[in-house]
Nanobody
Framework: EVQLVESGGGLVQPGGSLRLSCAIS????????MAWFRKAPEKKREAVAM????????AYPDSVKGRFIVSQDNDKKTLYLQMNSLKADDTGIYYC??????????????????WGRGTQVTVSS
């Protein structure tokens, strides 16, 4: 089992920045990909950042490209999401997730076996 615990959410004004953290523990051997997902009100949960756990390569959807940066500590036990130039549309619950399926980082939330409980991000003036 892999345990994931998010932190760092909160209320931020449009144009502001926020950094989320995800503490990773448990049986981390075999993790192939980690991702941040966002669940906005009345929208499907979507991946906003993915990182190959060992290689460190990253991918983002166009909606956040250039504004969000995913990274991890050298010991690979903490995942971060730096969010800049935040917009009201970025509001939602942000989840940290991991999958052990190899080959490539999946975008579909159904492919992720491990999830945190989420942290709320609200972008509002």
């Amino acid at each position: 089992e892999v345990q994931l615990v998010e932190s760092g959410g909160g209320l931020v004004q449009p144009g502001g920045s926020l950094r989320l953290s995800c503490a990773i523990s448990g049986v981390i051997d075999g993790i192939y990909c980690m991702a941040w997902f966002r669940k906005a009100p009345e929208k499907k949960r979507e991946a906003v950042a993915m990182i190959n756990y060992m290689a460190g390569s990253t991918a983002y959807p166009d909606s956040v490209k250039g504004r969000f940066i995913v990274s991890q500590d050298n010991d690979k036990k903490t995942l971060y999401l730096q969010m800049n130039s935040l917009k009201a549309d970025d509001t939602g619950i942000y989840y940290c997730a991991a999958h052990k399926k190899d080959g490539y980082c999946r975008r579909n939330d159904g492919d992720y076996e491990y999830w945190g409980r989420g942290t709320q991000v609200t972008v509002s003036s």
